[in-house]
């Protein structure tokens, strides 16, 4: 059985980085890269590195299946990223240009099984 820890206001820091969301749970799942991060919240590997970069953001979906995963709120979860938003809106991600990203590395993953 392992324990949760709730990320801790010194692990918070100003600015907007999905790649510090991304580490602070592969820390806390005991993870050592993307690949097994990706393989735990059952997505393609390549929506977290385009994420990572700054290429798309992260989704509502994806969020969603971070909380579940790790057991932190989506409060938590967005101020480990630097999100500091009292809403998050559902409209500001909904892109068609990310949807069909999105869809195309959904589609290109289930052609290759890697995840």
């Known amino acids: 059985m392992t324990t949760r820890t709730r990320p ?4 918070l820091t100003d600015g907007y980085d999905p790649g510090r969301l991304f580490n602070a749970l592969r820390g806390q799942l005991m993870l050592r ?3 097994g991060l990706a393989r735990k919240l059952e997505v393609p590997g390549a929506l977290i590195r385009l994420v990572r970069m700054g290429e798309i953001p992260v989704t509502p979906e994806l969020l969603i299946r971070m909380e579940e995963v790790s057991g932190w709120s989506g409060r938590q979860l967005r101020d480990l990223m630097g999100d500091r938003r009292r809403k ?3 409209d500001e991600v909904r892109d068609p240009a990310f949807g069909d990203i999105i869809s195309e590395i959904y589609a ?4 290759k099984k890697s995840w």
Do not use: L
Not at 8 to 11: F, I, Q, R
Not at 108 to 111: D, T, V
């Open 8 to 11: 801790t206001s010194a692990a």
């Open 33 to 35: 890269t993307d690949v």
């Open 108 to 111: 290109s993953a289930g052609s």
């Open 88 to 90: 998050f809106r559902f």
